[in-house]
């Protein structure tokens, strides 16, 4: 499983065989269970996970009790609370199993150290980052810009793979509209 990041993290900074060493004696390895949750809202995030296999998703209850999904995860990506992460503050997220998952995880302080260790590292997760935000802007351009029905059929063009992965709920919310929505999209009744 770890082999998994460490053929991610190759890809754009090249590390020697110590330096890997050192990588993998920081790494925990752990499965998660379909619906079970990594970080609930109200506590501090002090991991950032890379999952190697499966699905995950970060989500809010908003104000009248429902789950809107902000972010899914699959192999080869990152999924953390960046803000608590960062400032050690209180979650206002959940981060959930979506499937049964394989997810190496790091935590911020040993992170931190071996940051010191291996300085090529933050060029890795500087680039992981940008493209995160980066593909957090494009989400919202989406949603301020398409109507709920050129969303769906851009998201299914392009991440075919979540559609088929994602239960419909969980995919409509993160679209922002109604399971209802959805099914009329399905159905061609839109």
């Not at 050192?22 to 999952?51: A, D, P, R």
């Not at 789950?67 to 981060?95: A, K, R």
Request: charged share 20%; hydrophobic share 40%; glycine share 4%.
């Amino acid at each position: 499983m770890q082999n998994a990041l460490i053929h991610h993290i190759q890809k754009f900074v090249n590390l020697e065989p110590s330096e890997i060493d050192v990588l993998e004696s920081c790494l925990s390895l752990s499965q998660i269970k379909k619906k079970e949750h990594v970080l609930q809202e109200g506590q501090i995030c002090t991991t950032m996970y890379f999952i190697a296999k499966g699905c995950m998703r970060q989500y809010i209850i908003n104000s009248k009790g429902t789950e809107q999904t902000l972010q899914f995860g699959i192999e080869n990506w990152w999924i953390t609370d960046y803000l608590s992460y960062l400032n050690h503050i209180p979650s206002h997220f959940y981060i959930q199993a979506v499937e049964s998952s394989e997810v190496i995880s790091i935590e911020k302080s040993v992170l931190d150290s071996v940051l010191i260790q291996i300085p090529k590292l933050e060029k890795y997760f500087r680039i992981v980052a940008q493209k995160a935000f980066g593909a957090a802007q494009m989400r919202i351009k989406f949603l301020f810009t398409m109507s709920a029905e050129e969303r769906y059929y851009h998201f299914k063009n392009q991440q075919p793979d979540f559609v088929q992965r994602v239960p419909q709920y969980m995919l409509a919310s993160y679209l922002d509209f109604s399971a209802e929505f959805m099914s009329k999209i399905r159905a061609g009744k839109v």
